[in-house]
């Protein structure tokens, strides 16, 4: 008889920090404001099953101009600019709840920061993503810019000047390795370069408990959208380590004949993928393999 | 009949810009405090005829228990610890003259922010050099240390901390590549690392300038101590693109056949080199193409 195999389940899997924090806050908002509107600017994250879970609660995605007054308003985890933000303070009618994520807000109080006290403020970051029209909106337009790779970097900033002081962050979700190329480069600048590592390990760390459980399994299920970038990249690091890797959206997709013979079954989610999804096949797998 | 030669003489030659102060400051001194005792502690460069030069006047180099009092006492352009500097201001009898290289005062000041606020601070230089003594004492001995390599920075500042917050800079006279290297690893450490370029160029400004002297002339002079390494690694890059390169220590060095038939005869000179040694060779050179 066989012994059934184990299921290991990767700490990282999921929701990010900021995305569960943001998620929570929406899920309690009914109960802590009955009987209000409640709205989020936006869909809280891009996953359709948590934005029609929360739209059941009552809690429903709008935009500015359609914001409900009287009503609740939650900010999404990548934040927004500081001008809409002082905008809602200001609606009498309004009550907001700020579900930026706590390593956004750090990043927006290091723009805001260094921008009043003069530094030259470099963003590295996709100038079109929310989160980044949110940074840049802290500092002063005169000395803050953003930029998305090196030959962005205005030419002038590697001529010798006088005491020169140069602020380098980036938007949480930008690669190390961009990072690393830009403040490289900036450090033949003559004076000060201050480097706030504002990256968040969060998809790095997610990525590198996959490839740990891949190597450490002998079948792997990688659980979250087909279209979703991050999901994609996580079961293709792991179908290079393990051939016995499955990218499923639900437990709809589990083939029980995948699990036969096996020892060890790792489970790892791309950030759009919510904890009760992954409870789901957890719990749909523990059932194929006790029958 | 043929044409004279043209004389080109790198602005770069000599002296960097604290070592020029520094030696004016000693020259000025006993014109400012006539009939006072006037001593710098330690040879105020490493310059056997500038010594001597300014002994004659009267400025003569002690040490810090031989210190005529009442007198003048003159800081050399690296700089002293701060204790040290304490001490003598405490005197009532001693006149202070600081001949600080300003970029090594603006290092010591970085030191002594950076460590006061928190940061740990990292010293890229030599332990035993009388800059790096005087660097490393302004700053708290809990934060502060001095690297000589990659090797010597902690391997628990790559250990994933909260908020760590890292100071670099770099004696003066350190190259940039060992800064280049040391930041960069930096870089992946967690929050913010305050990069302070304290690096002085004088030293590649003057290679800079004399290998576009050597590929531009037919003909050059390198002036400097034998024993000088600044002095023969000019030569060794002046060598390296035209074969007339000479180095020599004084004017009694120059050979009249060097020049023959020669359309631009190039000058530089290693770090230790005053300006009227040079002076000197550029007036014989002079007599020599003449005749």
Request: charged letters at 20%.
């Amino acid at each position: 008889m066989n012994k059934q195999p184990r299921i290991r389940i990767a700490d990282t899997a999921g929701f990010c920090f900021g995305v569960k924090r943001a998620v929570k806050l929406a899920n309690e908002a009914p109960h802590k404001y009955p009987g209000q509107q409640i709205s989020t600017l936006g869909p809280i994250i891009h996953n359709p099953q948590v934005v029609t879970q929360l739209s059941a609660l009552g809690v429903k995605p709008t935009d500015l101009n359609h914001v409900p007054e009287p009503g609740v308003v939650i900010i999404r985890s990548h934040g927004i600019t500081r001008e809409l933000a002082q905008e809602l303070k200001q609606r009498p009618d309004l009550t907001l709840i700020d579900a930026t994520c706590p390593f956004v807000r750090r990043a927006q109080e290091i723009v805001a920061e260094m921008s009043s006290a003069g530094y030259q403020v470099i963003i590295i970051g996709e100038p079109d993503h929310p989160e980044v029209a949110g940074l840049i909106s802290y500092g002063d337009p005169q000395n803050t810019q953003v930029v998305t790779s090196l030959a962005d970097i205005p030419a002038d900033f590697f001529t010798e000047r006088k005491s020169s002081r140069i602020a380098l962050l980036a938007q949480t979700t930008q690669s190390q390795q961009l990072y690393n190329e830009i403040a490289s480069a900036l450090l033949a600048v003559k004076g000060e370069l201050r480097c706030f590592n504002t990256i968040c390990t969060a998809t790095s760390n997610r990525q590198s408990e996959a490839i740990q459980l891949a190597e450490a399994c002998d079948c792997m299920l990688i659980i979250g959208g087909r279209n979703s970038a991050n999901t994609n990249r996580l079961y293709e690091l792991s179908k290079e380590r393990l051939p016995d890797s499955y990218h499923i959206e639900t437990l709809a997709d589990l083939h029980p004949e995948w699990f036969s013979g096996k020892q060890a079954i790792g489970i790892s989610a791309g950030a759009s993928t919510p904890q009760w999804l992954i409870d789901e096949v957890v719990e749909q797998l523990q059932y194929i393999l006790k029958n």
